[in-house]
């Protein structure tokens, strides 16, 4: 059963419910007070039939009465002037008198007869309902019982009416409620329909979908959930199939690196092996098997970081910045001398917490990589941003990197120019491993370049800052 068939069910049974149950107290509460009033009024005028009686007595005498009470006496003239419907009924239950139908009993109506108190009971005589009040008309030992009978049969007629109409009015409103109710619960539910419909284009891979969200209730919040969840989903399966993909490519790049030196040592290897070569030959082959063979030794020094990178936690320290950067830019004078490049260091002081190993490295991976690129100028600069986090960044003036390409520049093996990064030893692992030592470190790297003038490479970690915390 459909969303809005329940909704249209439910509401409406729901309502039918409450608005027979309502229908009914009133209808029933309107009874009610009705016979309460016909009851008052029956007993006033029983009360005047009595009084009448009683006037009688006092004016005939109590002989008259007894000769009543004893059957001896027409009474008759005394009921023409009572209102309603009389009887007269002697002590024993034997009839004096009566205006009513002779198959009417009233015996049980007597018999609950008090003194002091008067009984009622609703009859049916003719086919109309009749409210009989019956009381004891006593005088010393004597007495009689006095019947007076009220037509009723008006009410039982308008509560029927009642009913009736009130059935008319319920069949109306139900039938114009149960129309708004399906017309409300399908505008309420179309949103649960689109929502369905692109949760199954999601599911047939057309991530890109979303809902449109036309309100704020909680269906446009749904709405509103949804296009993050669908979103989260777009982003973390184009995550799973660039991961794919650089797999891919990992294996494929292993293969190349491998294959290429490997292929240039056999071959030599065999040339010297196979033919006789002059000194001069010789040294020349066995050049290029070492050149190759410190090319395969890099590679397999790169990759066991990496593998130790990723399965061993690291304990970080905290370090003055300023110190940590200008040590470490020390470390690289002997490097920078040799290369005829310049290494320039400022860095504002603060506390931050480091494995120094291995920022030592990272640190070398991104200047070894500035090298490359044929930078001879850098810039290694530490500062706090306006957020409180301490910013390391290094500048370099060389080749710069594609802005198309900056994103894949830390996949292993990747290599914006594969021909001089293999004539300088590259194997495209170092920029790999100073963005898994920035991970460590609860970081990432960012680059940024245009590809003509030099790269700026930051990475920004949390910190103490300077003077006041020492």
Known sequence: ??????????????????????????????????MEREVEAAVEQYQYNKFVVQSTLITRGEEWFEGIANGEYDVSNIAS????????????????????????????????????????????????????????????????????????????????????RFG????????????????????????????????????????QERIEVASRDEVGQLAKNFNQMAGAIEEKVQELSDSARQKEDFVANFAHELKTPLTSIIGYANRIYQKELTREEQKQAAWYIWNEGMRLEALSLKLMDLAVLNHKEFVLQEMRADILLQELAKDEEYLMSEKNVQLNCDAEQAYISV?????????????????????????????????????????????????????????????????????????????????KIAEIHGSSLKFESDGKSGTKVSICLSCKGGMADE
């Open 1 to 34: 059963m459909k969303l809005s068939t329940k909704i249209t069910f439910f509401v409406t049974i729901f309502f039918s419910v409450i608005f027979l149950l309502g229908g009914y107290t009133l209808i029933s509460y309107y009874y009610e007070t009705s």
């Open 81 to 164: 002037n009572m209102n309603n419907t009389v009887a007269f009924y002697s002590l024993d239950g034997s009839i004096l008198f009566s205006e009513f139908p002779a198959a009417v009993e009233i015996s049980e109506l007597l018999a609950d007869v008090e003194v002091g108190k008067v009984s009622y009971q609703f009859r049916k005589i003719n086919n109309r309902m009749y409210l009989l009040i019956a009381g004891k008309v006593s005088q010393e030992d004597t007495g009689i019982y006095l019947v007076t009978g009220i037509d009723v049969e008006r009410v039982f007629d308008q509560q029927e009416q009642m009913i009736q």
């Open 168 to 207: 008319v009015v319920y069949a109306v409103a139900i039938g114009v409620g149960a129309l708004l109710i399906i017309f409300l619960s399908a505008l309420l539910t179309r949103p649960i329909k689109k929502l369905t419909e692109v949760t199954k284009k999601i599911a047939d891979g057309n991530y």
């Open 355 to 435: 494995e120094y190993d291995l920022f030592k490295s990272l640190l070398f991976n991104l200047i070894d990589n500035s090298i490359k690129a044929g930078a001879d100028q850098l810039l290694l600069k530490g500062y706090i941003d306006s957020e409180k986090c301490y910013v390391i960044q290094l500048e370099d003036n060389g080749s710069g990197i594609p802005e198309n390409e900056i994103k894949r520049i830390t996949e292993a093996f990747y290599m914006v120019d594969k021909s001089r990064s293999r004539k300088l030893h590259g194997a495209g692992i170092g920029l790999s491993l100073a963005e």
